[in-house]
């Protein structure tokens, strides 16, 4: 289980959440993983939890809202252990409002964490793999909600997601004559604190994606798996790709 020994990958929101599951996961399969989150203290707990089961594991301080932050991130991440090979944009923001209360704030708040941070994280961790002449791999998590899994309250959210989907095919095309792959993964509804506690109390759950998934509710780890596939040596032909990681929602 060491297809990426030796191999750093840097994992945004690595404290909570999806993230927690998909820096386990490359971490149990030989990755140096770097997790990059707002909350520093989180992230060194989780960077410290996979160092006591025998991991090599950093964290580093990142506000995707702000590109300096950005920037050194990624600085600190290629002084420590050289160039990623892997980077995970998993970081985001999910929160709900309707579309007839909608405001410029809520959307510029959404798309600066959900769809700038990452061409931002992207455009930086590219030129480090570019410069270290080795490859390397991107993935971006966005949503099930772009192929309908929807509740009300989520079109901002929504949106922003469309950004990073379309940034990843953009840059698949720009980056492969560097070898670097670029793929996309679609959650569905996933088991997480944060994803149960979406919204301000004044937007209800509702829609077709209130209904259960015909396998169940996803688990971080399940996310991850997808993850860990397009990182691994053995997509190494796999780019510009997509997959739902949905329980079955779209079938059902």
């Known amino acids: 289980m060491s297809e990426l020994a030796g191999k750093v990958v840097l994992v945004t929101g690595g404290a909570a959440g999806i993230g927690v599951g998909i820096a386990e996961v490359l971490a149990e399969a030989g990755a140096s993983v770097v997790i990059?989150?707002?909350d520093a203290a989180g992230a060194q707990a989780q960077a410290a939890a996979l160092a006591s089961r025998g991991h090599v594991a950093d964290w580093l301080p990142l506000d995707l809202a702000d590109e300096a932050s950005i920037v050194a991130c990624v600085a600190a991440c290629v002084s420590r252990h050289g160039a990623p090979w892997g980077l995970v944009n998993n970081a985001g923001l999910q929160q709900r409002q309707f579309l007839l209360d909608g405001t410029a704030e809520f959307w510029d708040r959404t798309h600066d964490v959900n769809a700038r941070g990452p061409f931002l994280l992207t455009r930086e961790?590219?030129?480090a793999m570019v410069s270290a002449g080795g490859g390397g791999r991107i993935v971006n998590i966005a949503s099930a909600a772009l192929i309908g899994s929807i509740i009300n309250g989520l079109a901002v959210y929504t949106a922003s997601k469309g950004a990073l989907a379309g940034l990843g095919l953009a840059a698949a095309m720009e980056l492969a004559p560097h070898g670097i792959?670029?793929?996309t993964v679609l959650p569905g509804g996933v088991m997480t604190p944060g994803s149960m506690a979406a919204g301000d109390g004044n937007v209800p759950?509702?829609?077709?994606?209130r209904r259960r998934p015909a396998l169940g509710m996803c688990e971080p780890r399940d996310i991850a798996a997808a993850v860990r596939f397009f990182v691994s040596?053995?997509?190494r032909f796999v780019t510009?790709?997509?997959i739902a990681v949905d329980a079955g929602w779209s079938v059902s």
Do not use: H, L, S
């Open 36 to 38: 990059a989150d707002i």
């Open 240 to 242: 510009n790709q997509t």
């Open 233 to 235: 040596p053995a997509a």
């Open 181 to 183: 792959t670029v793929n």
């Open 125 to 127: 961790a590219a030129r």
């Open 205 to 209: 759950a509702e829609g077709p994606g």
